[in-house]
């Protein structure tokens, strides 16, 4: 019989209340004979202040033991900066070799956008999620003096390239308006743009059907808000994937309906999902947090895993939650969760 081995990582802020609803969404919407089997681990904030651990290697060998994981949120103001971005976050993806950083961009039904009326967006960013200037490949001379230099290699290797360009290419392949945008800056960072572009047209030959296009990284953000209608699939370096699905998720809902995947797609280790909002300190503990975006991440996490028909009836209940939202009042983050568990399984 089938079954699903699932490593759950609340984490820190609103990551455990956003969690439980979209644990709730996902046991209602598996059908009877899947067996879902959940561990909690207890990564993030207060375990490091704690034990001073973020993620040791005894963690990464039980994690790597399931089947997927589902991240909340990880990072508290009682942590300095990047302590937990680079020691738990960052180091999973790599150990894991998150090398497609999944993030689908949707504007639905009801859902407000700053932009004028209500454009089409639908696209998805295939980020990579392993290289560029994320590697950690640097340093710093005369430090703390005044002549301090600081540098921050971005690392692009002709494997890693080629690896997300063809996940890209296939994603596109399989959509129905299959095209492909590569977002660079090969007119100044011309040895890693021409390094991708190369690439890009090379596996662009092996897709007669996909229709490709080339924007640098600047003007890329000016069509996301002056046209994002013209994107179906966007392949970027890790830096600027991150800083173009931040404004992304800003076009087509906010980040409390972003949702994300960091997907090894050769299944050597497992694939985490998370949304791409944070631990929102602020309002934790009060049930105010939108869970939306968990909730979209355990479509992708279902996707992931094989169960199509049971990801497009996520997607189905929170395209129609979206859009009876504007009428009603507000409601708690369970209040939520539970109207998306009445509708996949009514
Ligand atoms: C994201 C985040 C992370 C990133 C940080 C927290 C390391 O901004 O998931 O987009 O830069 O990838
Ligand atoms: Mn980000």
Known sequence: SRSIDLAVIPGDGIGQEVVTEGLKVLSAVLPQDVKLETKEYDFGARRYRATGETLTDADLDSLKAHDAILLGAIGDPSVPSGVLERGFLLKLRFAFDHHVNLRPSKLLPGVATPLAGQPEIDFVVVREGTEGPYTGNGGTIRTGTAQEVATEVSVNTAYGVERVVRDAFARAQARPRKKLTLVHKNNVLTFAGHLWTNIFNSV??????????YIHVDAATIYLVTDPGRFDVIVTDNLFGDIITDLAAAVSGGIGVAASGNINPARTY????????????????????????????VALLLRHLGYDAEADRVDAAVA?????????????????GDALVGRVTG
């Open 204 to 213: 662009a030959e092996e897709y007669p059907e996909v229709t490709t296009e």
């Open 270 to 297: 497992p694939s985490m999902f998370e949304p791409v909002h944070g631990s929102a300190p602020d309002i934790a503990g009060q049930g105010k947090a939108d869970p939306t975006a968990t909730v979209l991440s």
């Open 320 to 336: 129609a939650d979206l859009t009876e939202r504007a009428d009603l009042p507000p409601r708690t983050t369970a209040e939520i």
